[in-house]
């Protein structure tokens, strides 16, 4: 499966709001130690969801800060989402036996790789990398960003709670 993203080093698009009344998205897909993720099960958390690929700079450079915010609201209903996007599976495996080897568990979030049969995502692919979407605790997409997060976000996210 090839995955033609543009790996965007400049600041944020423009955020997206979802209408009200919007569908609730979903996604599904399995994590590297092939356990079933579910975007359902976290209702009434604040999801994060975060597209991203291995071979973008970008995208590997904010996860010191997702996982920071993700420490600092690890006692608040927060929950971060990865969707990786390689198109080798493998390279996405290979990240995360890293990861799993040099980053505390308490600092580790979920990550689903995009290619996988069992993956399904209705709130549709990023044209760029690093992307994310954010869900309320209702389960609905509030915001959608394209490029690096803005500091804005995390205000947004911070309200949520």
């Known amino acids: 499966m090839a995955m033609a993203l543009l790996c965007a080093a400049g600041p944020a698009a423009p ?4 209408p009200a009344g919007a569908t609730l998205p979903a996604l599904q897909g399995a ?4 356990k079933r993720l579910q975007l359902a099960a976290f209702q009434g958390r604040v999801v994060l969801v975060f597209y991203w690929a291995t071979g973008c700079p970008v995208c590997r450079d904010k ?3 997702l996982r920071a915010n993700l420490m600092g609201w690890r006692s608040q209903p927060f929950t971060l989402i990865g969707v990786n996007m390689d198109a080798q599976q493998q390279d996405w ?8 080897q040099t980053t505390p568990a308490s600092q580790r979030f979920a990550s689903v790789w995009a290619g ?3 993956f399904s995502d209705t709130m549709g692919r990023p044209l760029q990398l690093p992307s994310a979407r954010l ?4 389960g609905q997409l509030i915001e959608a960003y394209q490029g690096r997060i803005p500091v804005e976000a995390w205000d947004r996210i911070a309200d949520a709670l």
């Open 63 to 65: 996860m010191k800060e």
């Open 15 to 18: 955020q997206f709001t979802a």
């Open 135 to 138: 869900i309320d605790k209702r």
């Open 93 to 100: 495996l290979d990240y995360e036996r890293l990861v799993a």
């Open 116 to 118: 996988g049969s069992e």
């Open 31 to 34: 994590t590297a130690d092939g």
